[in-house]
T-cell receptor
Framework: KQEVTQIPAALSVPEGENLVLNCSFT??????LQWFRQDPGKGLTSLLL?????REQTSGRLNASLDKSSGRSTLYIAASQPGDSATYLC???????????FGKGTLLTVNP | EPEVTQTPSHQVTQMGQEVILRCVPI?????FYWYRQILGQKVEFLVS????????KSEIFDDQFSVERPDGSNFTLKIRSTKLEDSAMYFC???????????FGQGTRLTVV
């Protein structure tokens, strides 16, 4: 059974800092991995999708990497802003399945 | 930008009542999903739907749950007889193919009293 873990559970940083969020998964037979942002009481906003054949994806100040063999992904946020404050979720899709398996998320607070 | 739309945003129902949660997926998407998130817990998969049939479901998705695509635009989740433990945020999602980016709606907060 696929388990997804995100560390740390919470992170507080000053504005302007670069930061890294971590995601690990137990079954490396994934098809892809997706990072989401969730604001309190709101839906999930897709940030980046990395296919299993890719090593990284970039979108603006966000860069996600994937090391499938070790079961890890990182989300790098450059020059953090208060508007980046949210919960960041990672989710993996196993090759033969349709479903996404989610981690519990990292609650990020960026202080002005 | 195309988005997944869910209605209502919040529904309160009495235990034992039937509820229908509604979703309008992105128009050219072919795969549809329901997930739920109990307060403070992980987002959990319920069901996926493709080509007018369920393609995968979790153990949560028992006989009390059903899904339907009644027309070319709507995708619904029905809970036949709600229980207190069904209280959660329910998210609809869609994707163009089975392996591409999944887009989520804003959710319906279901409260069973």
């Amino acid at each position: 059974k696929q388990e997804v873990t995100q560390i740390p559970a919470a992170l507080s940083v000053p504005e302007g800092e670069n930061l890294v969020l971590n995601c690990s998964f137990t079954d490396s037979a994934i098809y892809n991995l997706q990072w989401f942002r969730q604001d309190p009481g709101k839906g999930l906003t897709s940030l980046l999708l990395i296919q299993s054949s890719q090593r990284e994806q970039t979108s603006g100040r966000l860069n996600a990497s994937l090391d499938k063999s070790s079961g890890r992904s990182t989300l790098y946020i450059a020059a953090s802003q208060p508007g980046d404050s949210a919960t960041y979720l990672c989710a993996v899709r196993r090759g033969s399945n349709y479903k996404l398996t989610f981690g519990k998320g990292t609650l990020l607070t960026v202080n002005p | 930008e195309p988005e997944v739309t869910q209605t209502p945003s919040h529904q309160v129902t009495q235990m034992g009542q039937e509820v229908i949660l509604r979703c309008v997926p992105i128009s050219n998407h072919l795969y549809f999903y329901w997930y739920r998130q109990i307060l403070g817990q992980k987002v959990e998969f319920l069901v996926s739907f493709y080509n007018n049939e369920i393609s995968e479901k979790s153990e949560i998705f028992d006989d009390q749950f059903s899904v339907e695509r009644p027309d070319g635009s709507n995708f619904t989740l029905k809970i036949r007889s709600t229980k207190l433990e069904d209280s959660a945020m329910y998210f609809c999602a869609s994707s163009a193919t089975a392996n591409t980016e999944a887009f989520f709606g804003q959710g319906t907060r279901l409260t069973v009293v």
